[in-house]
T-cell receptor
Framework: SQQGEEDPQALSIQEGENATMNCSYKTSINNLQWYRQNSGRGLVHLILIRSNEREKHSGRLRVTLDTSKKSSSLLITASRAADTASYFCATDGSSNTGKLIFGQGTTLQVKP | EAGVAQSPRYKIIEKRQSVAFWCNPISGHATLYWYQQILGQGPKLLIQFQNNGVVDDSQLPKDRFSAERLKGVDSTLKIQPAKLEDSAVYLC??????????FGQGTRLTVV
């Protein structure tokens, strides 16, 4: 079964606005990752946050992790039309094999 | 650096037919994954190889799905016989470490 649940399922914003997506998971983890998927394409790794980290930044991306609540959020600041895609969180389910357990994803539409 | 290569990109078959997908991982990546992504859902791991050995195939429907990774490089995933519910995108990914995975473009399978 899927590990994560993402919220919202769909998000539509104007260019320049910030977009926030949330992810909840069920089991303990070593790390949590966020991936982007453009329509009809493969997934692209965005950022990884370890279980002992609370916040991480990469360019316009900010990820937070609250292991006590088993939740994470992805913030995209100053969004662009090119950010239009589906975003997935993925956890390793505390395994060290690299196996990823994905959430259902959030579909983001950024209107120019 | 060349990415993960998959073929074919699209395949349409009738139910009960067989189909095979091919994946060439990034050179030097010991770990290879096959994921199934049903429309509107996140990817689900089918099988994971470490070199040419299987690490995890717990969610592979073994009565109809098979996969192999000869010589620890390329991999093929086969479905025989296909069912309507097998319609999905089949994603291959590879990784050097048990952290970041690199995904191919996927094969979109439609079973009619």
């Amino acid at each position: 079964s899927q590990q994560g649940e993402e919220d919202p399922q769909a998000l539509s914003i104007q260019e320049g606005e910030n977009a926030t997506m949330n992810c909840s998971y069920k089991t303990s983890i070593n790390n949590l990752q966020w991936y982007r998927q453009n329509s009809g394409r493969g997934l692209v790794h965005l950022i990884l946050i370890r279980s002992n980290e609370r916040e991480k930044h990469s360019g316009r991306l900010r990820v937070t992790l609250d292991t006590s609540k088993k939740s994470s959020s992805l913030l995209i600041t100053a969004s662009r039309a090119a950010d239009t895609a589906s975003y997935f969180c993925a956890t390793d389910g505390s395994s060290n094999t690299g196996k990823l357990i994905f959430g259902q994803g959030t579909t983001l539409q950024v209107k120019p | 650096e060349a990415g993960v290569a998959q073929s074919p990109r699209y395949k349409i078959i009738e139910k009960r037919q067989s189909v095979a997908f091919w994946c060439n991982p990034i050179s030097g990546h010991a770990t290879l994954y096959w994921y199934q992504q049903i429309l509107g859902q996140g990817p689900k791991l089918l099988i994971q190889f470490q070199n040419n050995g299987v690490v995890d195939d717990s969610q592979l429907p073994k009565d109809r799905f098979s996969a192999e990774r000869l010589k620890g490089v390329d991999s093929t995933l086969k479905i025989q016989p296909a069912k309507l519910e097998d319609s999905a995108v089949y994603l291959c990914a590879s990784s050097l470490s048990a952290r970041r995975a690199f995904f191919g473009q996927g094969t979109r399978l439609t079973v009619v």
